[in-house]
């Protein structure tokens, strides 16, 4: 079944962490500025009532979210947003509150923060709130918008740890449930920037049906009826494993690097698009190509 819903995930700002890193959360006034590239614009575009469709400003995987709601509040009614809220959840009895659900089931637009996806979805997994939101996005105009940790746990299984360095070394990355907003992909954030290309190698190689994407900082996907758009000013990287020849996975032991041959790497820019049912990508502004035309352009 193809939802009805829209997925808006961004890789994060410049200088703005994730997978609570030390850094997050510093100079996080400065570091808000996706609406300048008009990821945030498409965000209230693609609702069902634009500027008047209620949003509501989830900050739960951020340790500071009295300072990093109500700038992504102030970011939103800059660009013309009416109707923007915070939805300040902390625990799961909140989650499992009628306050809440009310409010859920109200929204037109959910936008997850960043910080650390893990925080987010231990406290909203499984909730009442969880389960409307989801239901939301399977049948109604809905939009799930989610930067940094609240992309990299729209997806059925999430990356929650992992360095950069040794991420191609057998069990360096770890693995867990995300929120179930779309199955068989894992989304990385702040990608290029932070060299994290080996986290998604071995997410990869480890269940090749899962496509990895890598989402540069400034940059996002719109996902919507099978298609994924690129938005913003960088790039997104897709890790395809579908075609992998050979590896040296399970002949290794834990800590050993891994050997991968033929595995099938994208780099998607601004209104490139992917087909998640033909596995095909497709450069709007091909060399070599007649020009395409996006239904879903930025």
Do not use: W
Not at 66 to 91: N, S, W
Not at 114 to 121: K, N, V
Not at 169 to 198: A, P, S, Y
């Amino acid at each position: 079944m193809t939802p009805a819903g829209k997925l808006i995930v961004i890789g994060g700002a410049v200088n703005k962490g994730s997978f609570a890193e030390t850094d997050y959360d510093a100079n996080i006034e400065q570091n808000l500025n996706f609406f300048e590239k008009g990821i945030m614009r498409k965000i209230i575009d693609e609702s069902c009532k634009g500027i008047e469709s209620r949003i509501e400003v989830i900050p739960t995987a951020s340790q500071i979210p009295q300072i990093v709601g109500p700038e992504y509040k102030r970011a939103f009614e800059f660009l013309g947003a009416k109707d923007v809220h915070i939805m300040d959840l902390t625990r799961r009895e909140e989650a499992n509150s009628e306050e809440f659900m009310k409010r859920a089931r109200e929204a037109d637009v959910v936008m997850f923060t960043g910080g650390d996806q893990l925080r987010l979805t231990s406290i909203l997994g499984g909730t009442r709130f969880h389960d409307i939101i989801l239901d939301k996005y399977i049948n109604e105009n809905f939009v799930y918008a989610g930067t940094s940790a609240g992309a990299a746990a729209a997806s059925e299984n999430m990356i929650y740890q992992g360095s950069s360095s040794e991420a191609l070394l057998k069990g360096e990355i770890k693995t867990t449930q995300g929120l179930g907003f779309i199955d068989n992909v894992l989304i990385d954030t702040h990608f290029v920037q932070r060299g994290r290309i080996g986290r998604l190698f071995q997410a990869v190689v480890n269940n090749p049906r899962t496509l990895g994407i890598g989402l540069g900082e400034d940059t996002g996907l719109f996902i919507y009826q099978n298609r994924m758009t690129a938005v913003g000013s960088g790039l997104v990287i897709l890790v395809d494993g579908r075609f992998i020849k050979d590896t040296n996975l399970t002949n290794i032991n834990i800590g050993e690097p891994i050997s991968i041959d033929n595995l099938t790497v994208h780099v998607m820019s601004q209104n490139d698009f992917f087909d998640l049912t033909t596995k095909e990508m497709h450069i709007v502004n091909s060399q070599y190509q007649p020009q395409l035309t996006n239904p879903h352009p930025l």
